[in-house]
């Protein structure tokens, strides 16, 4: 006989003839968890995301808009030799623990246990390996930013996708800065972003932090930029892009002084400001969507152009600052 168990139940059964309520033992909320085929499981604790979600989503009280998912399992692993990210990961493998999350011994281990995966290694170098287990397992995956350190691998990965049949989500939070909520994308004429744009050098430069800047710049601008050009200095990058239909977006990511997000949209009835950065809060809510329904709220195609933007300017970095096509990078990028 499990006396522990025995005695939380008995006093879960006091308190709840006191305050006239009905308490739920965190063993059958999970219970009911498995049954409704709402378990989340998380691939990589090396990032802070991974216990914003956990918090979010494990709450005593979660929000009703999760809809009852809960993560249930995590995989710790996660970068390697990224030390910032590796050193994060004894820590946050306690704090899981302590919201009912149980460590898988690997990705296999992890699928037995979950229905839909947050993939949330910090390093965009392993997704592609990470992801494809999950893809073949038939499980709708959310990758965290980057999608991955390099366009090829983009590109594979959503290849991956289209093979096995499952549609994946992609996105950084910042696609939900505040100050655009209610945009007519339709009248925007141009946009000015920025974001820290610190670097790491195991990924291209803007793929590692500066993508924060150039999804909130996608975000208002949409598809459709033919060629980028990029400034570049020891603190700061300034790329300019032009869209097929002559509108101008830049990115400008720091390097020094106070970091922060936000920007300017310019629209045919003013301009609004972009900030501040509005938290996980609304990202999680449409990955819950899309956990339940299968729809994605980034296209691939968008998905695939932030990347491309992102590649090329760094081959226009290469070149002493040189305007790049976009088309002749993805071309590029589906050859090698």
């Given amino acids: ?10 006093l879960s059964g006091a308190i709840a003839g006191t305050l006239g309520i009905a308490l739920l033992d965190p063993s059958e909320s999970f219970s009911a968890v498995k049954e ?15 216990i914003a979600f956990t918090k979010l989503l ?6 009703p808009k999760y809809k009852g998912y809960k993560i249930v399992a995590a995989y710790p692993y996660g970068s390697k030799d990224i030390e910032t990210s590796a050193s994060r990961i004894p820590g946050y493998i306690e704090e899981v623990k302590k919201l009912n999350v149980k460590i898988a011994d690997s990705i296999a281990d992890l699928l037995k246990q979950v229905d ?6 910090n390093d965009g170098r392993l997704h592609l390996e990470q992801v494809v287990p999950v893809l073949k ?11 991955a350190a390099s366009l090829k691998d983009t590109l594979a990965i959503f290849e991956a996708s289209k093979k096995y049949k499952v549609p994946i989500f992609s996105a950084s939070s910042l696609r939900y800065i505040k100050g ?7 009248k925007v004429v141009g946009a000015d972003a920025y974001s820290p744009a ?3 050098k195991t990924h291209p430069d803007l793929f590692w932090y500066g993508i924060h800047g150039v999804e909130t710049l996608y975000t208002v601008m949409g598809t459709g930029c033919k060629e980028v050009t990029r400034v570049h200095t020891d603190g700061t990058d300034i790329v300019v892009g032009v869209w097929e239909d002559g509108r101008v977006g830049t990115f400008r990511g720091t390097r020094t002084g106070k970091h922060n997000y936000g920007g300017t949209v310019y629209t045919t009835d003013g301009n609004r400001t972009m900030g501040p950065y509005g938290g996980y809060d609304p990202l999680l809510e449409d990955i819950i969507e899309y956990f339940e329904t299968g729809k ?7 998905t695939i152009e932030i990347f491309t933007f992102m590649e090329a300017a760094d081959e226009s970095k290469r070149q002493g600052g040189k305007a790049v096509r976009l088309a002749d990078v993805l071309a590029k990028a589906k050859k090698s």
């Fill in 1 to 10: 006989m499990d006396l522990n168990l025995n005695r939380r139940k008995f």
């Fill in 36 to 50: 409704s085929g709402k378990r989340v499981g998380i691939i990589g604790l090396d990032t802070s995301h991974s």
């Fill in 58 to 63: 494990n709450a005593s009280e979660p929000s």
């Fill in 116 to 121: 839909v995966v947050l993939l949330e290694t």
């Fill in 137 to 147: 397992a038939g499980k709708r995956v959310f990758i965290d930013k980057p999608i």
């Fill in 180 to 186: 655009i909520e209610g945009l007519d994308k339709s």
């Fill in 198 to 200: 610190s670097l790491e």
């Fill in 296 to 302: 994605v709220p980034v296209t691939p195609e968008e």
